[in-house]
């Protein structure tokens, strides 16, 4: 068996899955409050009680996690969890365990996706030599490359995220200008993740919104629905922002990676604005790249849908551990 997991502040998904080939088929997984426990020890034992398992039974084991993973420790993001994946490892007695960031967890999925689990958004022509990179755009905005090494995909760490926001048009240089008074220094993920809408809903809306309050919990999901039904023309405006933005983005990734294999949309925003992504503004930034408009022209251009790509990339690298262990 291999147990998988999908860190996070607020919930943790584990998993555990049998060994197959071209990807680890799912037994069972549960989500648990991450507040509830203590270390991510007592949860993985509160979980494999629950699932009738034992430590014994485990083979290989990847967690990805919501922060920075550095000489094979990570700190939560938002939780006060302190994890070593040494110390993960001896409470399984196993000889290792890979410690991922979530999002490089997240690109360990990409290879294995079925067509059914990812939604086109441009066909292009895949190359199967080439390189293939993910953006996320979710409570955060996490982007990753996945190298392509012999034919196999191999995903590499980024935080292209962090990297400063280009505008491109006069309405972006007045976003920039608006979230630069209000922040300093102003990255992507300021513009094109949940918080970032919201930021965008702020600039839009020069005066109060009838449909949202953009203090809510909730607000980036109210500003989506609110755009998608129509319900709102300012709001309609905030997303298709906030898809231009994410389209441009999305050809930069592919330009800095040479990914001729294909782009893919991950994290929470993407399957749920799909009728805005399909409108023409996303694919339009997306292209707008000359002198290298043919070469992204090109490029195959996808939305994960499969619901839980975390925690199957987590799979898939359990079981390169367990490969390895066994070498």
Not at 74 to 97: C, E, F, H, K, Q
Not at 247 to 268: C, D, I, K, Q, Y
Not at 300 to 321: E, F, R, T, Y
Request: proline share 7%; hydrophobic share 50%; aromatic share 4%.
């Amino acid at each position: 068996m291999l147990l998988a997991g999908d860190v996070g502040g607020t919930n943790t998904r584990l998993g555990l899955f049998a060994r197959a080939a071209p990807r680890p088929s799912p037994v069972e997984a549960r989500t648990y409050a991450t507040g509830d426990f203590p270390t991510l020890e007592s949860m993985l034992a509160a979980f494999l009680a629950d699932a009738g398992a034992t430590p014994a039974s485990i083979k290989g084991a990847a967690f990805g996690v919501a922060g920075p993973v550095v000489g094979g420790r990570a700190a939560l993001t938002n939780a006060a969890w302190r994890i070593d994946a040494r110390t993960v490892a001896r409470s399984l007695g196993l000889p290792a365990v890979r410690l991922l960031n979530d999002l490089l967890s997240m690109a360990h999925s990409v290879p294995v996706l079925t067509a059914a689990e990812r939604f086109t958004l441009q066909e292009g022509e895949a190359n199967p030599d080439g390189n293939v990179s993910l953006i996320a755009p979710g409570t955060g905005l996490g982007e990753a490359l996945l190298v392509n090494s012999g034919g196999a995909l191999v995903p590499s760490p980024s935080e292209a995220g962090h990297a400063d926001f280009a505008a491109r048009t006069t309405r972006e240089v007045g976003l920039l200008a608006f979230l630069t008074e209000r922040f300093g220094r102003v990255d992507y993920e300021r513009v094109i993740s949940g918080p970032g809408l919201v930021n965008i809903h702020r600039f839009v809306h020069r005066s109060p919104c009838a449909m949202v309050d953009p203090d809510a919990a909730d607000a980036a999901a109210r500003i989506s629905a609110a755009a998608l039904e129509h319900r709102c023309p300012a709001c309609v405006e905030a997303l298709d922002l906030f898809v231009a933005v994410l389209g441009a983005e999305a050809g930069n990734s592919a330009l800095r990676g040479m990914a001729t294999g294909g782009v893919f949309l991950g994290g929470g925003i993407p399957p749920k604005i799909i009728p805005a992504l399909e409108s023409g503004t996303f694919l339009d930034a997306f292209r707008a790249k000359a002198p290298m408009q043919q070469l992204v022209g090109a490029i195959p251009v996808h939305v994960i849908v499969h619901p839980d790509p975390g925690l199957l990339g987590a799979a898939v690298a359990a079981a390169q551990s367990a490969h390895d262990a066994r070498g």
